[in-house]
């Protein structure tokens, strides 16, 4: 089973600031990594897939890249609806595997 | 507009069973792989199962292999989970959703329901 650590845990931002969060998978993905957004009560949302490309109507302030084993999620300049829960999750080997998360909130 | 609607969950208790029903609107669903993703309360997405477009292709998390059964009615635009023997670590919200691939499913996992919570308690 490919295990995603996902870091920080954490991440505190002001509205407006640059985030950037990690992933890194335990065996090679190639590009085969998906990143989703959740808010509390909320179902999941793909952000990004294919490691780099953004899903149909998220913003452009989102940006994935990162290939093999690392991974970056990059929010370039915070607003108020992106503090959520943002997993990583890849699609490469069964089983699918998801990152424990990074929680994104306001500093 | 694709829209997921889960229904079938409510408290159950261990060693019990519970069937899950996920409805599909606004595309072509036989043309569609689709899964299960759960969420104990408070922690992470685990996936649960996958099922290719006629159901050709059928993966299961190990946590659930033996227990769960996926299954789909195209005629009916509908996507089932039958839950069996029951757990407490069964516990969370069951997400259906809809994969990018038809045949096979690739396990990504683009659109989303609300979800529907299954509570297993004594």
């Known amino acids: 089973e490919i295990v995603l650590t996902q870091s920080p845990a954490t991440l505190s931002v002001s509205p407006g600031e640059r985030a950037t969060l990690s992933c890194r998978a335990s065996q090679s993905l190639t590009s085969n990594l998906a990143w989703y957004q959740q808010k509390p009560g909320q179902a999941p949302r793909l952000l990004i897939y294919g490691a780099s490309t953004r899903a149909t109507g998220i913003p452009v302030r989102f940006s994935g890249s990162g290939s093999g084993t690392e991974f970056t999620l990059t929010i370039s300049s915070l607003q108020s609806e992106d503090f959520a829960i943002y997993y990583c999750?890849?699609?490469?080997?069964?089983?699918?595997?998801f990152g424990q998360g990074t929680k994104v909130e306001i500093k | 507009e694709v829209q997921l609607v889960e229904s079938g969950g409510g408290l159950v208790k261990p060693g019990g069973s519970l069937r899950l029903s996920c409805v599909a609107s606004g595309f072509t669903f036989s043309t569609y792989s689709m899964n299960w993703v759960r969420q104990a309360p408070g922690k992470g997405l685990e996936w649960v199962s996958s099922i290719g477009g006629s159901s050709g292709y059928i993966y299961y998390a190990d946590s659930v292999k033996g227990r769960f059964t996926i299954s789909r009615d195209n005629a009916k635009n509908s996507l089932y989970l039958q839950m069996s023997s029951l757990r407490g670590e069964d516990t969370g919200v069951y997400y259906c959703a809809r994969d990018p691939l038809r045949w096979d499913p690739w396990g990504r996992f683009d659109d989303w329901g609300q979800g529907t919570l299954v509570t297993v308690s004594s």
């Open positions: 999750q890849q699609y490469n080997n069964w089983p699918r595997t």
